[in-house]
Structure formats: structure tokens, C-alpha cells
């Protein structure tokens, strides 16, 4: 199925219960999905867009040195990519209640399974544990150690899971490994689709994962 829509930001319309948030942007049919933890942690409170702080910033400029943006900056071209949080609003503090996250987290599932990406990116390690969690048969025997897992593929159910340590940590060889575990994995059949032989009413045949 495709997601006809031509809004770049928040384009389900998601309506949380918090008067300042920052909703998900990109491509509504999207390859790849982006997970943050928060605008707190990565940014979006004053441009409406996810990862727009420093961190933000040089993860983007990776993202578009393996090719999954077409341009960077406080509203970035995203091309087949889509940036969201698993806790959209403002937080009231630094670190969100558990209560909080899990109060947000409909918002959050609803957009994912919406735009079903082919490949998870979860930023940080909160994001990568839920992700995880929720998305991966995997959780009881993967521990979250985002060095350890930085750019390293995890089979999830129906999506491939690549976790990202978060920016604000990187060294010049995070950078380098995630753009080249990114660069190589588009140059496999990341999508994994099959036709089925049958055709869609505009006469294209009709894939599946």
C-alpha cells in the first residue's frame, strides 16, 4: 500500500495531548525510519523538525554521505527517509517518566506501522531498546550496547534494524561505519519484496515482503 500525501511534516495528522511537540517528517513512503528519543535529547522544538540540534546535524550529514538524504539542515530534503520520536512532545524535564513515554508511544506505533519502512534506524539507546522490544523478536538476547550494535543489522519482524549510537558520542569512526553498513546495504535487496504475480488496477504487479 502507498501513502498518498503530499505534507512533508506530520502527515497522519497526529494530534498528541501536549501543547508544543514535534511530529514525524519526511517521506510518507518511506524506506528508511529514523527514531529518536525526544526533542530534548535530539532537537526539533524550535524548527518543528526532528534531529535539527548539533547532534542532529551530524547525523544528518551521515545519513546524506550514504545517500538517504538528498540535502541537510533545519528542514532537510529527506528523499526515501522519515525522522521521528517515540516521545514527540516537549518534555517537561530532561528525562521523561516511563508514564510519559508509554502515554506517547500509540502516536509513535500508529505513524511507524503507517509509513512500514523496510529498514528501522533507532538513534540513542532508549530508542534502540524499544524498537527492540516492540519490533524485533530479539530483545531477550540482545543487549543494548549502542557501541556494540552501532550499524550493525538486526533482523526484525518484517523490518531490518540498524541501531545508531547517539551523535552527541561519536568519534570519527561512527560516523564512518554507519555510512559504510549504509552504503553497502542499498546495494543489497534490503526491501526483500516478492511478486506475487498478480497486478494492482494500474496495471503494476503487486509486491509483498
Known amino acids: 500500500m502507498e501513502n498518498v500525501t503530499d505534507r512533508t511534516s506530520n ?28 526533542p530534548g535529547v535530539h532537537g526539533g522544538l524550535d524548527t518543528g523538525v526532528p ?21 541537510v539542515g533545519d528542514c532537510p530534503d529527506t528523499g526515501s527517509t522519515f525522522f521521528s520520536y517515540i516521545h514527540l ?15 506517547l508511544e500509540r502516536f509513535f506505533d500508529a505513524e511507524l506501522r503507517a509509513i512500514a519502512a523496510h529498514v528501522l534506524l533507532p538513534v540513542g539507546e532508549r530508542a534502540t531498546a524499544h524498537v527492540l522490544e516492540t ?16 550499524a550493525t543489522e538486526i533482523r526484525g519482524s518484517g523490518f531490518l ?7 552527541s558520542e ?5 560516523r564512518d561505519r554507519l ?10 535487496d534490503f526491501r526483500r519484496e516478492a511478486d506475487l504475480g498478480r497486478f494492482g488496477p494500474d496495471g503494476e504487479s503487486y509486491l509483498v515482503r
Open 11 to 38: 502527515p497522519f495528522d497526529m494530534r498528541p495531548p501536549c501543547e508544543r511537540f514535534v511530529p514525524g517528517y519526511g517521506d510518507a513512503n518511506a524506506d528508511f525510519h529514523v527514531i529518536g528519543d525526544h
Open 51 to 71: 534531529f535539527t540540534n548539533d547532534a542532529g546535524h551530524r547525523l544528518q550529514r551521515a545519513l546524506a554521505d550514504a545517500g538517504l538524504l538528498d540535502s
Open 89 to 103: 512532545c516537549d518534555p517537561s524535564d530532561d528525562d521523561p517518566q516511563q508514564s510519559a513515554y508509554d502515554d
Open 135 to 150: 519490533y524485533t523478536a530479539q530483545a531477550w538476547k540482545v543487549e543494548v550496547d549502542m557501541e556494540a550494535l552501532h
Open 161 to 167: 534494524v540498524y541501531p545508531i549510537r547517539d551523535p
Open 170 to 174: 561519536w568519534d570519527e569512526t561512527h
Open 179 to 188: 555510512v559504510t553498513a549504509l552504503t553497502s546495504l542499498q546495494s543489497t
